[in-house]
């Protein structure tokens, strides 16, 4: 993995006010810490270190030498915070490394391949996008590339299942899915019911009835006429 060079100039003051006052001198603010060091209030170019964390495929997980009043040490990013609208990087904590001593961080899964399965119809589900890792500093992988072009309707990849880089272990649960071949969700058009047997026959007695009492009443009706005619 690369490693990356940037200057900080250190600052005594905090604060929102401070930090306004920085952005809008083109700077932002940064603490940096670790493990039995004092944490210390800096700052940085936003633009400088957007150019390191977008110039490989590392990320987030790219190693920074970091240059504070002359003295280098190598760093991680641990938190970056963004403008919400314009993406725009608005504070940053760096978190001091031991190049001899694990690291966990979240590493990016990338699936390879077109499921057997997808050909056959079914659907690919990639429900986990990063995992969990420890190992050493310079052994940080870009990403754990997984091979999903065998996988039928039904089939599903797990944590276990993963090739892990030499020396790193995995801290996700290892019976989570990272990725499967589901079924397509058929939906079926409701089909009218049939009449019953007997339901037709009472509907043909009750048009008899009808039949019936319609001829009823013209015969009354004629039956009137012809009384009227006899008076």
Same mark, same amino acid.
């Given at each position: 993995?690369?490693?990356? +060079?940037?200057?900080? @100039?250190?600052?005594?003051?905090?604060?929102? *006010?401070?930090?306004?006052?920085?952005?809008?001198?083109?700077?932002?603010?940064? %603490?940096?810490?670790?493990?039995?060091?004092?944490?210390?209030?800096?700052?940085?170019?936003?633009? +400088?270190?957007?150019?390191?964390?977008?110039? !490989? *495929?590392? *990320?987030?997980?790219?190693?920074?030498?970091?240059?504070?009043? *002359?003295?280098?040490?190598?760093?991680?990013?641990?938190?970056?915070?963004?403008?919400?609208?314009?993406?725009?990087?608005?504070?940053?904590?760096?978190?001091? /490394?031991?190049?001899?001593?694990?690291?966990?961080?979240? /590493?990016?899964?990338? #699936?390879?391949?077109?499921?057997? !399965? %997808?050909?056959?119809?079914?659907?690919?589900?990639?429900?986990?996008?990063?995992? @969990?890792?420890?190992?050493?500093?310079?052994?940080?992988?870009?990403?754990?590339?997984?091979? %999903?072009?065998?996988l039928d309707v039904g089939d599903?990849?797990? /944590?276990?299942?993963?090739?892990?880089?030499?020396?790193?272990?995995?801290?996700?649960?290892?019976? #989570?899915?990272?990725?499967?071949?589901?079924?397509?969700? /058929?939906?079926?058009?409701?089909?009218?019911?049939?009449?019953? @047997?007997?339901?037709?026959?009472?509907?043909?007695? @009750?048009?008899? !009835? +009808?039949?019936?009492?319609?001829?009823?009443?013209?015969?009354?009706?004629?039956?009137?006429?012809?009384?009227?005619?006899?008076?």
């Amino acid at each position: 993995m690369a490693v990356n +060079a940037l200057v900080a @100039e250190t600052r005594d003051a905090t604060g929102k *006010g401070v930090a306004r006052r920085l952005r809008a001198a083109g700077r932002i603010p940064a %603490v940096v810490y670790g493990k039995g060091a004092e944490t210390k209030a800096i700052s940085i170019d936003p633009s +400088a270190l957007q150019r390191l964390l977008q110039s !490989g *495929g590392a *990320g987030m997980n790219t190693l920074i030498e970091l240059s504070v009043e *002359g003295t280098t040490r190598t760093v991680l990013v641990k938190e970056l915070q963004r403008d919400p609208v314009r993406g725009r990087p608005l504070h940053t904590d760096f978190y001091l /490394v031991d190049l001899d001593q694990t690291v966990e961080v979240s /590493v990016p899964i990338r #699936l390879l391949g077109r499921p057997e !399965g %997808v050909e056959l119809g079914g659907i690919l589900d990639h429900p986990l996008r990063e995992i @969990e890792l420890e190992c050493l500093p310079r052994a940080i992988p870009e990403s754990v590339d997984v091979d %999903v072009s065998a996988l039928d309707v039904g089939d599903s990849i797990h /944590v276990r299942d993963l090739e892990l880089p030499e020396g790193a272990s995995v801290r996700t649960d290892e019976n #989570l899915a990272v990725a499967s071949v589901v079924a397509p969700v /058929v939906i079926e058009e409701p089909v009218a019911e049939e009449p019953e @047997e007997g339901e037709e026959l009472e509907e043909g007695e @009750e048009a008899e !009835g +009808a039949e019936g009492a319609e001829a009823g009443e013209a015969a009354s009706e004629t039956s009137a006429e012809t009384k009227e005619r006899g008076e």
